[in-house]
């Protein structure tokens, strides 16, 4: 066994400079460099660490957490140095991991609380608790600007998985919050419960909520912010007010009991309150029912518009024809004053370059959006208005799959558009007891859903995207025609003999 001792001295320097560091506001795990290569050969073994981390009790006491042993290092390249990294998962399978450097501090391989706190928060959640966390070691070589990795390419040592409690955070938050004022006569029972903007996650992974209000003719309507622990308590002693910027549309929230420091909504009709708990601010505009992807073809005639819907106000979704280039619009004028374009340099593609991801502006100094297929393609689309991103993919073909065709990509029959992607049809289908609408020849987008009643003898389903999803059931297996209409909401799927 060759020994370890010799990069003793230098761990501890490396100590020493990485304590200063224990004060940094939930850092990023640390990365490191790319290899220049690697020792085939390895004799490396490491053993477990501590079972339990508590990184709360390790800052405190500003200590490292020790993550593993250094039990054997075998045929260890002379005139090297040492060095192993961490990789950190929420799953055994390190679908999703970031990289963390550890501290070699005699045989003992230990890492930083703030590194390994920042790369949960990085992988798994910023949620404050006790997660099973899911790690692996990567070693190296190192002599100057050299770095080699040992035991192969793709090697990795100790799999192993550990109890973390991960940091307080800076500041604490409460997991939901409520919405009181005019509208409900300041009665703290009748408080609305907000909405998080990107769904059922924690108030720490996403601080914004939102909450759709309507504000009568005529009239302005105050509101104040309650935490759940205030809703709960049926007081207003917590409430959050507001001290709003120039225009009263955006603003801080500030700590005001009673009904003292309201916000007034001076605005008419349907409109969208948002909030962001960790910054402390708010913002008030429109509810948009609907949202209009203008593109050539389309741009003349609104009618002519596949819509994007909602149900929340802040994700809109939906199939739409686009052609290269595109707006999105908040009315049924691609010249109006609520006009989404692109973010300067906010985009980036997949891989097989039919999905585009992008951040959206109002702002005049935004671009024109454009897709990433040239020419007229079917799309689906996911918007959200409060993060102002989106979300295209080019449903290049839509097929019919199922048990008639035993489920086989292959051999599932293919759907031909209209002229304007509106409707989608296909001739004498081997249909099954179950089958679902699959777009680009893959399992990664398809509609699905339910079926309705109908007086005809057809089969009818309404239907959406789904990543998975119910698959659509047939009571009389047999050969039909099927049309997929996506010219209003919500799209139909028909069988028809």
Same mark, same amino acid.
């Given at each position: 066994?060759?020994?370890?001792?010799?990069?003793?001295?230098?761990?501890?320097?490396?100590?020493?400079?990485?304590?200063?560091?224990?004060?940094?506001?939930?850092?990023?795990?640390?990365?490191?460099?790319?290899?220049?290569?690697?020792?085939?050969?390895?004799?490396?073994?490491?053993?477990?660490?501590?079972?339990?981390?508590?990184?709360?009790?390790?800052?405190?006491?500003?200590?490292?957490?020790?993550?593993?042993?250094?039990?054997?290092?075998?045929?260890?390249?002379?005139?090297?140095?040492?060095?192993?990294?961490?990789?950190?998962?929420?799953?055994?399978?390190?679908?999703?991991?970031?990289?963390?450097?550890?501290?070699?501090?005699?045989?003992?391989?230990?890492?930083?609380?703030?590194?390994?706190?920042?790369?949960?928060?990085?992988?798994?959640?910023?949620?404050?608790?006790?997660?099973?966390?899911?790690?692996?070691?990567?070693?190296?070589?190192?002599?100057?600007?050299?770095?080699?990795?040992?035991? /192969?390419?793709?090697?990795?040592? %100790?799999?192993?998985?550990?109890?973390?409690? =991960?940091?307080? *955070? &800076?500041? !604490? +938050?409460?997991?939901?919050?409520?919405?009181?004022?005019?509208?409900?006569?300041w009665d703290v029972k009748k408080a609305i419960k907000m909405n998080n903007t990107l769904g059922n996650v924690s108030v720490y992974d996403n601080p914004e909520f939102a909450i759709?209000?309507?504000?009568?003719?005529?009239?302005?309507?105050?509101?104040?912010?309650?935490?759940?622990?205030?809703?709960?308590?049926?007081?207003?002693?917590?409430?959050?007010?507001?001290?709003?910027?120039?225009?009263?549309?955006?603003?801080?929230?500030?700590?005001?009991?009673?009904?003292?420091?309201?916000?007034?909504?001076?605005?008419?009709?349907?409109?969208?309150?948002?909030?962001?708990?960790?910054?402390?601010?708010?913002?008030? /505009?429109?509810?948009?029912?609907? %949202?209009?992807?203008?593109?050539?073809?389309? =741009?003349?005639? *609104? &009618?002519? !518009? +596949?819509?994007?819907?909602?149900?929340?106000?802040?994700?809109?979704?939906?199939?739409?024809?686009?052609?290269?280039?595109?707006?999105?619009?908040?009315?049924?004028?691609?010249?109006?004053?609520?006009?989404?374009?692109?973010?300067?340099?906010?985009?980036?593609?997949?891989?097989?370059?039919?999905?585009?991801?992008?951040?959206?502006?109002?702002?005049?100094?935004?671009?024109?959006?454009?897709?990433?297929?040239?020419?007229?393609?079917?799309?689906?689309?996911?918007?959200?208005?409060?993060?102002?991103?989106?979300?295209?993919?080019?449903?290049?073909?839509?097929?019919?799959?199922?048990?008639?065709?035993?489920?086989?990509?292959?051999?599932?029959?293919?759907?031909?558009?209209?002229?304007?992607?509106?409707?989608?049809?296909?001739?004498?289908?081997?249909?099954?007891?179950?089958?679902?609408?699959?777009?680009?020849?893959?399992?990664?987008?398809?509609?699905?859903?339910?079926?309705?009643?109908?007086?005809?003898?057809?089969?009818?389903?309404?239907?959406?995207?789904?990543?998975?999803?119910?698959?659509?059931?047939?009571?009389?297996?047999?050969?039909?025609?099927?049309?997929?209409?996506?010219?209003?909401?919500?799209?139909?799927?028909?069988?028809?003999?």
């Amino acid at each position: 066994m060759k020994k370890i001792k010799f990069i003793s001295a230098i761990a501890l320097t490396m100590v020493m400079a990485s304590c200063d560091n224990f004060d940094l506001p939930n850092p990023p795990g640390q990365t490191n460099p790319e290899p220049d290569g690697y020792f085939a050969n390895s004799g490396l073994v490491l053993t477990k660490g501590a079972e339990d981390i508590n990184l709360v009790t390790l800052n405190e006491e500003n200590k490292f957490a020790n993550m593993a042993t250094i039990t054997e290092l075998i045929d260890f390249p002379e005139a090297y140095t040492l060095s192993i990294d961490m990789q950190v998962s929420g799953n055994e399978n390190f679908s999703k991991y970031a990289t963390v450097g550890t501290v070699i501090d005699g045989d003992a391989v230990t890492v930083n609380p703030d590194f390994l706190n920042g790369a949960i928060q990085e992988v798994m959640t910023k949620q404050p608790g006790t997660y099973d966390v899911y790690t692996r070691f990567v070693a190296y070589a190192e002599r100057g600007t050299t770095r080699m990795r040992l035991g /192969g390419i793709d090697a990795t040592y %100790l799999p192993a998985s550990y109890k973390v409690t =991960t940091l307080n *955070p &800076e500041k !604490v +938050m409460e997991q939901s919050y409520y919405i009181v004022g005019d509208f409900c006569d300041w009665d703290v029972k009748k408080a609305i419960k907000m909405n998080n903007t990107l769904g059922n996650v924690s108030v720490y992974d996403n601080p914004e909520f939102a909450i759709k209000l309507n504000v009568p003719a005529d009239e302005t309507l105050s509101w104040k912010i309650l935490p759940a622990s205030s809703y709960e308590a049926g007081s207003l002693d917590g409430a959050l007010g507001c001290n709003p910027a120039e225009g009263g549309l955006s603003g801080k929230l500030i700590s005001a009991a009673g009904k003292d420091n309201a916000g007034v909504i001076e605005l008419l009709g349907d409109v969208l309150v948002t909030i962001n708990v960790e910054l402390d601010s708010y913002t008030v /505009g429109y509810a948009l029912e609907v %949202l209009y992807p203008f593109t050539s073809g389309n =741009t003349s005639k *609104p &009618e002519d !518009v +596949m819509l994007l819907y909602t149900t929340d106000y802040i994700n809109y979704g939906g199939v739409a024809m686009l052609n290269t280039l595109w707006y999105c619009a908040g009315q049924p004028n691609y010249q109006g004053d609520v006009l989404f374009r692109q973010a300067p340099d906010a985009f980036e593609d997949s891989e097989d370059g039919l999905t585009r991801t992008g951040s959206l502006t109002t702002s005049s100094d935004g671009t024109r959006l454009m897709t990433p297929v040239k020419g007229k393609n079917l799309y689906w689309l996911d918007v959200n208005l409060i993060q102002l991103t989106y979300n295209i993919t080019a449903l290049k073909t839509l097929s019919v799959i199922g048990s008639g065709n035993g489920w086989d990509l292959a051999t599932a029959a293919e759907l031909t558009p209209s002229a304007d992607f509106k409707v989608w049809t296909a001739s004498d289908v081997e249909i099954g007891d179950e089958f679902k609408i699959n777009a680009n020849g893959a399992w990664a987008i398809g509609f699905s859903g339910t079926s309705i009643d109908d007086v005809t003898g057809k089969f009818v389903y309404q239907v959406n995207k789904q990543d998975g999803g119910d698959n659509l059931k047939c009571s009389a297996p047999g050969k039909y025609n099927v049309t997929v209409d996506f010219s209003s909401y919500p799209y139909i799927v028909t069988l028809s003999k």
